[in-house]
Nanobody
Framework: QVLLVESGGGLVQAGGSLRLSCAASGRTFSTYGMGWFRQAPGKEREFVAAISWSGGYSSTDYADSVKGRFTISRDNAKNTLYLQMNSLKPEDTAVYYC???????????????????WGQGTQVTVSS
């Protein structure tokens, strides 16, 4: 199994930044597709960003709501996934979840059903 542990959440004012980290166990981290999802109270869990690795290059995808503000990256040597969040808005307030999948794909996948490993989540609160 793969264990995912998120950290870096907290309270920040609108316009501020946070960097989320996801520490992952497993020696095959570099072969896993990984992503970030978030869930606000009363809402469904939604896609935020995803990253894959193929042919020596990474591919990424972002939800329209975070494009230009969030950046997903990974450090394979440290088995860590990151989400750099800039220009935060109150609408970004949610529990953020790290996800990973051992299922092969040709690119990034944005659906929750694809991911078979999930972290416990970290709270991000953005005040006005």
């Amino acid at each position: 199994q793969v264990l995912l542990v998120e950290s870096g959440g907290g309270l920040v004012q609108a316009g501020g930044s946070l960097r989320l980290s996801c520490a992952a166990s497993g020696r095959t981290f570099s072969t896993y597709g990984m992503g970030w999802f978030r869930q606000a109270p009363g809402k469904e869990r939604e896609f935020v960003a995803a990253i894959s690795w193929s042919g020596g290059y990474s591919s990424t995808d972002y939800a329209d709501s975070v494009k230009g503000r969030f950046t997903i990256s990974r450090d394979n040597a440290k088995n860590t996934l990151y989400l750099q969040m800039n220009s935060l808005k109150p609408e970004d307030t949610a529990v953020y979840y790290c996800a990973a999948s051992s299922i092969g794909s040709r690119g990034v996948v944005t659906t929750t059903t694809y991911y078979n490993y999930w972290g416990q989540g970290t709270q991000v609160t953005v005040s006005s």
